[in-house]
């Protein structure tokens, strides 16, 4: 079974920088892509960004122009480099990767953003 392990959640204050880390304990077979969703208290989780084996990126409008999410060659690790954090983007932030075979998550870390 595939694990992922996340890193680099802090509190920070607002228009601070943080960068996560994902890294899998191993191989994806039929890695298709990589993410970061996040959750806030009371609302549903959400989609931050997300990288695909081409190369091709997604961001949310929320943290586009703000976030950039990176990948290791190998396709084992996903990155989220965040600037300009607002208090908004606190939330736990959870690592995804999508295979051809299943889906996997990561257990999640905390990002808060003080005002």
């Known amino acids: 079974q595939v694990q992922l392990v996340e890193s680099g959640g802090d509190l920070v204050q607002a228009g601070g920088s943080l960068r996560l880390s994902c890294a899998a304990s191993r191989s994806i077979v039929g890695i298709r892509a990589m993410g970061w969703y996040r959750q806030a208290p009371d609302k549903q989780r959400e989609l931050v960004a997300a990288?695909?084996?081409?190369?091709?990126?997604k961001y949310d409008d929320s943290v586009a122009g703000r976030f950039a999410i990176s990948r290791d060659k190998a396709f084992n690790s996903v990155y989220l480099q965040m600037n300009s954090l607002k208090p908004e983007d606190t939330a736990v932030y959870y690592c995804?990767?999508?295979?051809?075979?299943?889906?996997?998550w990561g257990q999640g870390i905390q990002v808060t953003v003080s005002s």
């Open positions: 990288i695909y084996s081409s190369g091709s990126t």
């Open positions: 995804k990767a999508w295979s051809s075979w299943s889906d996997y």
